[in-house]
């Protein structure tokens, strides 16, 4: 995970790294996130709703899917292109 920048808040530091680790190939499209507690003590944060604030966004800009039951999924990249 990055380096937290200054007064950076944390849902932004979560959605900076879960970027870097789609980008990198590390997570890559369909791949299942962890849940939202493990994201939680992954990042370090002590609130889930931080990880969910930051997984709701990437869910808007189209980055992340979620099915309910299932999970949240990284988004296939054409998918992404395309704006849907």
């Known amino acids: 995970m990055p380096a937290p920048r200054k007064f950076e808040p944390h849902y932004r530091r979560i959605i ?24 939680a003590e992954m990042y370090e944060v002590g609130s889930q ?11 808007e800009t189209g980055e992340l899917y979620g099915h309910q039951g299932l999970g949240v999924f990284v988004a296939d990249r054409v ?3 395309s704006g849907g």
């Not at 990198?24 to 507690?37: A, D």
């Open 49 to 59: 709703s931080t990880v969910r604030q930051a997984v709701t966004i990437l869910i």
């Open 16 to 39: 900076a790294d879960i970027r870097e680790r789609v980008a990198s190939g590390e997570w890559p499209p369909g791949h299942k996130l962890p849940s939202t507690k493990a994201l």
């Open 79 to 81: 998918a992404r292109q």
